[in-house]
């Protein structure tokens, strides 16, 4: 096992190991009971474990949410559904993101709940078998749910199909920029959306249009289920709010190769960075291919030695260099390249400014190469 304090295996066959992303699910603990009581007292939480629970690890993610306030789970497709079901775990399951004509029969034979935004959706499934559905409404965001327009036919075609409308949905555009109008503009739509749904004679078990920063910021979204995403692995949602989240991913790395170079000495491809001094540089062993950016190309910064220090030159796919200046650094010496405290190392949320993207797609980036190692909860040693 590599422990959470550094790289020191305590086993042979792991001394190989130079690179990994921690997760901390004592952190993912306290943030789902933290999220489950802001939301209404009314209001069920979905722990959204869609891609791989943000990079994080599916299984030991959802187990860990359902043990501290989770009562559902979310994820975009049944292939996701279905993993979690094969791996024994019961809770209701929402899926929501697939072609019309896709299978759904495993899916409902599975007690998997799915997401309809089309007619042809909704047809295939109520031809596939007794299903829970959750008719989606776009209020706003323009992206999946059934067109605003077109929401009466589909209600009035769920009725006449006799589908179990178990939930109606939206999705929030704006909820992490307070004050945004457009986030009334979607309550009172989707509340019209709801009475359209009444004068039918569906009456959802759950209705839910909260995601993260409605869950933190805008009470009047929760309803009866709210759906907890980024905020689970300890990102605050809310621009200029706190709402006491841990970060639970420390990705890091050890040192593979170090040298003292002079000034004038180019670094990585067409070198793009060349010393102005005497200095140590130090090859780290990840690069594009396991998620990080190449935007981070002599603009991001890792820790080493508690000591910020540039990323020099190009990010290359399996690999980039540190200038680590004066530092003494040696073979193996950890290099944490974005962590949970930010005295200490640079934040995921950081990376993502650098990249110029946000801290999803640094999170769900982090390939398949890197291992996952655990810590708290049923993983106190990985």
Do not use: C
């Not at 249009?209 to 949602?237: C, F, K, M, Q």
């Amino acid at each position: 096992m590599i422990g959470p304090g550094g790289f020191r295996p305590e086993r042979g066959e792991e001394v190989g190991i130079v690179a990994e992303a921690v997760v901390d699910l004592d952190a993912i603990a306290h943030n789902t009971r933290l999220l489950a009581g802001l939301a209404a007292p009314r209001a069920g939480t979905m722990a959204v474990v869609k891609a791989n629970a943000f990079g994080h690890g599916v299984l030991p993610v959802a187990r860990t949410v359902l043990a501290n306030g989770a009562s559902w789970l979310g994820v975009t497709s049944i292939a996701e559904a279905l993993e979690l079901r094969a791996a024994g775990i019961d809770a209701p399951i929402l899926a929501w993101l697939y072609a019309h004509d896709d299978d759904f029969a495993g899916a409902i034979r599975a007690g998997v709940d799915l997401s309809v935004s089309t007619p042809e959706h909704l047809a295939a499934i109520a031809a596939a078998g007794a299903a829970d559905v959750h008719l989606k409404v776009d209020t706003g965001l323009t992206r999946n749910g059934v067109n605003w327009a077109d929401w009466p036919a589909l209600v009035e075609a769920a009725a006449a199909l006799r589908v179990n409308v178990r939930g109606i949905w939206s999705h929030l555009a704006s909820a992490d920029d307070p004050g945004n109008p457009s986030i009334m503009r979607q309550i009172e739509r989707f509340e019209e959306a709801l009475e359209i749904a009444g004068k039918h004679g569906i009456t959802p078990e759950v209705r839910h249009l909260a995601n993260s920063a409605g869950i933190v910021d805008v009470p009047g979204t929760h309803y009866d289920l709210v759906r907890a995403g980024l905020a689970l692995y300890g990102v605050e949602p809310v621009d200029g709010v706190t709402a006491g989240l841990r970060r639970a991913m420390t990705l890091r790395a050890r040192a593979i190769n170090v040298k003292r170079v002079p000034s004038g000495t180019g670094v990585s491809y067409l070198h793009q960075y060349v010393t102005d001094r005497e200095t140590t540089m130090v090859l780290v062993p990840v690069g594009y291919a396991d998620g990080v950016p190449r935007l981070l190309s002599n603009r991001g910064e890792v820790a080493l030695h508690g000591e910020r220090r540039p990323i020099a030159g190009r990010v290359a796919m399996d690999q980039f260099v540190v200038d680590a200046g004066d530092l003494p650094v040696a073979l193996g010496d950890e290099i944490v390249l974005f962590g949970a405290d930010p005295a200490a190392a640079p934040t995921v949320e950081e990376w993502a400014a650098w990249a110029q993207t946000n801290p999803h797609e640094i999170l769900t980036g982090i390939g398949a190469r890197v291992p996952r190692t655990y810590v708290g909860q049923e993983h106190p040693h990985g």
